[in-house]
């Protein structure tokens, strides 16, 4: 086990475990190399016969990368960690290291659209079952389980319903029938939620989102036991190659010391926000954790410490009502992805989740009104004055069209 980090996860953000760098330099170096020599024949070869712990090429590993790798494994309380090219790397590069043909995984309905499309290849070519399913009961999704079943993947909250998953009840089912509890925490970020705390095994983050945070990178990261990181590093990473570059691996750790500053004003803004969005008439419905409404709310509270800086609503209206509500928005950007300075906003049935077909998209609760924004850090008061133009205007055009 990894000795116990004490300090405030904030703290733990800026110092990681405090080693220092070369020269006294405040700031990691970026070691921009592809490769490392050795100062010998014997030791390259006490290298690769791994008696020797050191550098050898940076697909394998690379000083900078391993700074933030092991950053992120202090933060989510894990033993070790693995950075990787983009969120789907690290998904796809997990997901390859536990499943084999013939086994069986458990998704949560509603995952990114990215991952249910893999999920569809592992299944279509490589005859990886799965079922997708509402994760709220407990003896439901033991009726899943079937003798196959290797894994359970889930995201909490799950984009874009913000429906929240009981993990600490998910980790007694899973812990109970010998299975691996993947939680991808891409919304709620290290600072509002640690899985592991929770029993999952395995946490997994689109770094390209809140932990970059300023919409610059591509990027994932992974965190579990030492011995299922070794494994997929050796395995997934190396033979596949999904790493992460040293320049990014930098920015990331740029990103991390301002995590905590800028988690906590999303989550104010989205809160503010979301009482205004609430009562307003255009608006038929929110889904956000933060408020008391809404049906998830307890269990975040439970297992969150704030809120998140995302919120997703539903329009009066149809789709068109919704894309000419985004047509106008003025300063707010039409964008997926999430976790930026700007505030952002998709229509997530023709955007992250268009590759879901219809059928699927319904169960999982994504109409064709329903929106996502990503609340930057700008004034909330300007975020409100730009979404309130835009949703007047299309009360407006609603009300004329009742007329
Ligand atoms: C964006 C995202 C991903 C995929 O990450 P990339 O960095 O874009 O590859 C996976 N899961 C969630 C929840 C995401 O938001």
Redo the contacts with the bound molecule.
């Keep these: 086990m990894t000795q116990m980090n004490k300090k405030q996860l904030e703290t733990r953000a800026i110092h990681g475990k405090g080693k220092g760098n070369e020269h006294g330099s405040l700031v990691p170096p970026i070691y921009q190399t592809s490769t490392f020599s050795f100062a010998s024949a014997e030791q390259g070869e006490q290298r690769f016969a791994g008696n020797e712990k050191g550098y050898i090429y940076s697909r394998l590993a690379n000083p900078t990368v391993r700074e933030l790798e092991e950053k992120i494994a202090d933060l989510e309380g894990a033993e070790d960690g693995i950075a990787f090219s ?4 690290a ?1 796809s590069s997990v997901l390859a290291s536990l499943v084999k043909s013939g086994d069986h995984l458990l998704i949560s309905e509603g995952v ?1 659209g ?2 249910f499309g893999l999920l569809t290849m592992l299944k279509d070519r490589f005859q990886v079952e799965f079922d997708l399913i509402e994760m709220d009961d407990e003896a439901h999704i033991r009726s899943f389980i079937k003798p196959n079943t290797k894994a359970v993947y889930v ?1 909490t909250p799950i ?1 874009p319903t913000m429906r929240v998953i009981d993990m600490a009840m998910l980790s007694s089912v899973t812990k109970d029938k010998g299975l691996t509890l993947i939680v ?1 925490n ?2 709620a970020s290290p600072i509002l939620q640690r899985p592991l705390e929770f029993g999952a095994d395995v946490v997994i983050h ?4 809140y932990i970059g945070g300023h919409g610059d990178l ?3 990261l992974a965190c579990g036991s030492n011995d299922f990181i070794t494994g997929v590093r050796s395995s997934a990473q190396k033979d596949m190659g999904g790493i992460l570059g040293p320049f990014d691996a930098w920015l990331l750790l740029r990103g991390l010391k301002t995590l905590s500053l800028r988690m906590h004003r999303h989550c104010s803004t989205a809160k503010i926000i979301s009482e205004k969005l609430r009562t307003h008439k255009a608006v038929e419905k929110i889904y956000y954790p933060g408020d008391p409404d809404f049906s998830y709310h307890a269990l975040a509270q439970k297992q969150m410490d704030d809120s998140g800086g995302l919120l997703s609503f539903e329009l009066k209206g149809n789709k068109q009502t919704a894309q000419a509500f985004m047509n106008q928005l003025s300063m707010i950007k039409i964008a997926v ?2 976790g930026d300075a700007e505030t952002l906003i998709q229509h997530p049935a023709t955007m992250t989740h268009a590759v879901v077909p219809e059928q699927e998209r319904q169960k999982m609760k994504i109409s064709d009104r329903l929106l996502r924004l990503s609340f930057g850090l700008e004034s909330p008061d300007d975020i409100w004055e730009d979404l309130e133009q835009a949703l007047n205007k299309t009360t407006e055009k609603v009300s004329k069209r009742i007329k």
Excluded: P, Q, W
């Excluded at 689109?206 to 989102?209: I, N």
């Design positions: 983009s969120g789907m790397a998904i990114y990215c991952t995201e984009n991808d891409t919304f689109s770094a390209t989102k591509i990027a994932g992805s999430l």
